[in-house]
């Protein structure tokens, strides 16, 4: 879409940007140096016309979709959710898929029919065997997998660039507060990750991941970002008052959707993420940036493929007999 405008409205921009040079050479001056200050603002002019160019583009192919069809595109250009599809297939990186799993990516993305080998037509948990329910049913422990192949690749990164980082910490027992209706009070709860020296020097925060999938009836008709909201808001709920509290520390929804979107507090922490991994290292802010998409990406991705084609049944034939094959005499 941006070569397109360029094509378009490249002449245009070009002698916008250009302007003040053009005077100088027709005017034969002696000395040219550039204000700074405009051009800054005509760059700004020209990425704010080729961003709503690009949003006119878009408003007018979503007013020939039907509605579910222009929902799935919204869901599919948030920032993040094509990384996967724009990077080398590194396999030292895990960027690579194999060519099932590529066909079940782009089926998942795109909602189409599956492909390659066949699927019974019903779950194991009895229900059809829908795209939609594959990377839903919690059968097989597929949900709870893609959670944590989140949070450990979160952990594991807050780990280098923060102290005193831990996966699932309890949190301290609730004695003689009180706290807010919802808020979960039980004796051992824990949260996802805590670490120190996120937000500013030596202070505590804990983060507690979530990851849904869009496409599912209660969230159907509902735009992304309050999907996004409510799900922060329920974390915030169960949570917020008891961290901050007991704990005396800060509370971070991490919010994502199978598609590979991210909420606004996740994008606010993968931006200050970004920011400390490019202090530490030395490495550029937008090479962080994109690294940490990309691997995000693919972590949800992979996970999603996994959660499709993943043996949900039990593991030994029917008829068979396990309990009385052996009697070992100790």
Not at 115 to 123: A, F, I, W
Not at 171 to 180: C, F, G, H, W, Y
Request: aromatic fraction near 8%; hydrophobic fraction near 35%; charged fraction near 25%.
């Amino acid at each position: 879409a941006s070569s397109g405008i360029n094509a378009e409205y490249g002449d245009s921009f070009s002698k916008l940007i250009t302007e003040e040079l053009s005077r100088a050479v027709l005017t034969q001056e002696g000395t040219f140096s550039a204000n700074r200050e405009q051009l800054i603002e005509k760059k700004t002019i020209i990425r704010r016309t080729k961003n709503d160019i690009h949003q006119r583009k878009i408003d007018e192919i979503k007013s020939r979709m039907s509605a579910e069809e222009a929902r799935n595109l919204t869901l599919l250009s948030e920032k993040g959710a094509s990384s996967w599809l724009s990077c080398l297939p590194l396999q030292s990186l895990n960027f690579t898929l194999n060519r099932q799993e590529w066909y079940d990516a782009i089926s998942a993305r795109y909602n189409l029919p599956l492909v390659g080998q066949t699927l019974p037509q019903n779950c194991a948990c009895g229900e059809e065997n829908t795209i939609d329910h594959l990377i839903s049913c919690k059968l097989g422990g597929f949900v709870c997998f893609r959670h944590n192949n989140v949070r450990d690749f979160i952990g594991h990164e807050l780990d280098k660039v923060c102290v005193d980082t831990k996966i699932e910490p309890h949190l301290l027992n609730v004695r003689n507060v009180s706290l807010p209706s919802g808020t979960i009070t039980s004796d051992g709860a824990r949260l996802d990750i805590s670490t120190r020296g996120f937000w500013s020097n030596l202070d505590s925060v804990y983060f507690d991941v979530r990851v849904f999938n869009p496409r599912i009836a209660s969230n159907a008709n509902q735009t992304a970002a309050k999907v996004y909201e409510k799900h922060e808001k329920e974390k915030k709920t169960s949570y917020l008052h008891r961290v901050i509290e007991v704990e005396k520390s800060s509370f971070t929804p991490l919010v994502m959707s199978t598609t590979g979107g991210i909420g606004r507090e996740f994008s606010k922490t993968l931006k200050q993420l970004a920011e400390r991994k490019a202090a530490k290292t030395g490495y550029k802010y937008d090479q962080c940036i994109r690294y940490l998409r990309l691997r995000l990406s693919f972590a949800v991705v992979r996970s999603v493929t996994v959660s499709i084609r993943g043996h949900r049944g039990r593991l030994r034939a029917e008829g068979s007999r396990d309990d009385t094959m052996y009697q070992i005499d100790l």
